[in-house]
């Protein structure tokens, strides 16, 4: 069972280019996540989508957009990038949403330099 | 002000002591109460989840919640060089966002 899987593991990136962080999960949850996890800061919710064909914004959405493909993969876009958003990204999942949103699942991250 | 406030240690104790970490808050609507631990390079993993105040055992670990003075803390027994990790508290009032703390970082020497 590979759970929470994000692609790219490592990326870097010049100031104004675009990206997508892919990611999937395999364990049939309602709920999808992108945090981002800088030192000090702790994790901070950019996304979610409370179930398929919904996305909301979190805490921190700026220079973000987000596109739930279908029930499994949940991808998160930088249009422009910037060298604030160097971080690394987190996806999660949850089988349900709301009051019982935990335990959320998380992958391993994507690391992403942007120069 | 974060609304949660954790310190980031390090924090290095000796194999088999009692580990102590712990978060204060502000918001006194967080009703839902979870610590996670963080390996290097890896996602966070749920450890505990807690409603409301109490405390909660599991194996090693206990969780308390005093929501009177805004204050969670984690206790881990007998700890062991495998529990070295950072742990990051987290919290929900019942929606879709959770706010995590900063996270600590706990060293375990054999």
Known sequence: NAGVTQTPKFQVLKTGQSMTLQCAQDMNHNSMYWYRQDPGMGLRLIYYSASEGTTDKGEVPNGYNVSRLNKREFSLRLESAAPSQTSVYFCASSERGGASNQPQHFGDGTRLSIL | ?110
Not at chain 2, 9 to 25: F, M, R
Not at chain 2, 61 to 78: G, M, N, P, W
């Open chain 2, 1 to 110: 002000q974060k609304e949660v406030e954790q310190d980031p240690g390090p924090l290095s104790v000796p194999e088999g002591a009692i580990v102590s970490l712990n978060c204060t808050y502000s918001n006194s609507a967080f009703q839902y109460f979870m610590w996670y631990r963080q390996y290097s390079r890896k996602g966070p993993e749920l450890l505990m989840y807690t409603y409301s105040s109490g405390n909660k055992e599991d194996g090693r670990f206990t969780a308390q919640v005093d929501k009177s003075s805004k204050y969670i803390s984690l206790f881990i027994r007998d700890s062991q060089p495998s529990d070295s990790a950072t742990y990051l508290c987290a919290m929900n009032a019942g929606g879709f966002k959770t706010i995590f703390g900063a996270g600590t970082r706990l060293f375990v020497k054999a």
